[in-house]
């Protein structure tokens, strides 16, 4: 009598340190991680406008809590994490969104740096508008 043969397939064992056997994975998480610090950061407004909408009282005491030293780190860390995803977007634009004119797609240079130009002026505008420059 033949040997009967199983058919299942070999599946590896996957553990939580797969994000370091490569570093494309570990920038690819690094990336997903951005998106909660950005959450993070969306709440933290929202929460500004209620104490704001609460009275002078609240809002400077929400003022108070931005400057203690756990806020700073988190708002640098934001403000870290959201440079990285817009730097990643913008060099991954051209492959997932290509500009054709005439039939022919432009170079992904000239995609990518009409973004980051767009962006400058953008952050220019905003900090001319906050009084900063």
């Known amino acids: 009598m ?3 043969v199983t058919r299942r397939p070999y599946v590896r064992r996957v553990t939580w340190r797969w994000i370091f056997r490569h570093p494309r994975y570990l920038r690819y998480m690094a990336r997903e991680l951005s998106c909660l610090f950005i959450g993070a950061w969306t709440f933290m407004l929202v929460w500004g406008l209620k104490r ?3 009275g002078p009282d609240a809002w400077h005491g929400f003022l108070a809590a931005l ?8 708002l640098v860390a934001t403000l870290a994490f959201a440079t990285y995803h817009s ?3 913008f060099n991954l634009t051209p492959k997932a969104l290509p500009v054709r004119v005439g039939g022919d797609a432009l170079p992904g ?3 990518s740096g009409a973004h ?5 002026v953008l952050s220019a505008a905003v900090l ?3 009084g900063a420059v």
Do not use: M, R
């Open 109 to 111: 240079g000239v995609v």
């Open 67 to 74: 400057t203690s030293p756990a806020s700073i780190v988190f």
């Open 2 to 4: 033949a040997e009967e």
């Open 52 to 54: 704001l909408a609460e």
């Open 87 to 89: 730097i990643t977007w």
């Open 128 to 130: 001319v508008l906050a």
């Open 116 to 120: 980051y130009a767009a962006w400058a």
